[in-house]
């Protein structure tokens, strides 16, 4: 079962930030937030992973709170080809016996 | 380009039959996922294999079988298909700890 909870779906408008909050507050002290997102019915992407400290890369930012039981994603300037599903994943690190567990994510609505 | 190749892209069948879904990982990845995704359901992930043995295993049914190969490809067999197997099969690859996995475009199956 998911170890998270999003919003079901947000809207967001061309050029301003999109915020995309995620609570876990089980996580245990090794597990990973990992961000995917899926865009129609393709594969999903990775976007960013973090373990406790923020994190930033060509894609989006990650903050994740001192108590590490929320995270938010921000994608600074959302275009619209930022419209996806985006999941929220709580694991340990990828190649171990415990893969990826796809909750329902949030679908996030770029407008122009 | 995610650099996971899955083939076929469509695949159209009837009840009862069999199939074989393949999956190339990236270069150098020795973890393959694959997860099923229907409507109804979400990404459920099935299983996973590492450097060619089984890892992890998750909502996979009897009907469905899957190998990696000692090149680190792998194919998933569905057998005695039925209606409900209609869905999005994706594959994922993924190089070590600490790591993203990365996904395929899927293989569309449609059973009538």
């Known amino acids: 079962d998911a170890k998270t909870t999003q919003p079901t779906s947000m809207d967001c408008a061309e050029g301003r930030a999109a915020n995309l909050p995620c609570n876990h507050s089980t996580i245990s002290g090794n597990e990973y937030v990992y961000w995917y997102r899926q865009i129609h019915s393709q594969g999903p992407q990775y976007i960013i992973h973090?373990?406790?400290n923020n994190e930033t890369n060509e894609m989006a930012s990650l903050i994740i709170t001192e108590d590490r039981k929320s995270s938010t994603l921000i994608l600074p300037h959302a275009t619209l080809r930022d419209t996806a599903v985006y999941y929220c994943?709580?694991?340990?690190?990828?190649?171990?016996?415990?893969?990826?567990?796809f909750g329902k994510g949030t679908r996030l609505s770029v407008i122009a | 380009d995610s650099g996971v190749t899955q083939t076929p892209k469509h695949l159209i069948t009837a009840t009862g039959q069999r199939v074989t879904l393949r999956c190339s990982p990236r270069?150098?990845?020795?973890?393959v996922y694959w997860y099923q995704q229907s409507l109804d359901q979400g990404l459920q992930f099935l299983i996973q294999y590492y450097n060619g043995e089984e890892r992890a295993k998750g909502n996979i049914l009897e009907r469905f079988s899957a190998q990696q190969f000692p090149d680190l490809h792998s194919e998933l067999n569905l057998s005695s298909l039925e209606l409900g197997d209609s869905a999005l099969y994706f594959c994922?690859?993924?190089?070590?700890?600490?790591?993203?996995?990365?996904f395929g475009q899927g293989t569309r199956l449609t059973v009538v």
């Open positions: 973090g373990l406790k």
């Open positions: 994943i709580v694991s340990f690190p990828v190649s171990g016996n415990t893969p990826l567990v």
């Open positions: 270069s150098g990845d020795l973890s």
């Open positions: 994922a690859s993924s190089r070590g700890r600490i790591t993203e996995a990365f």
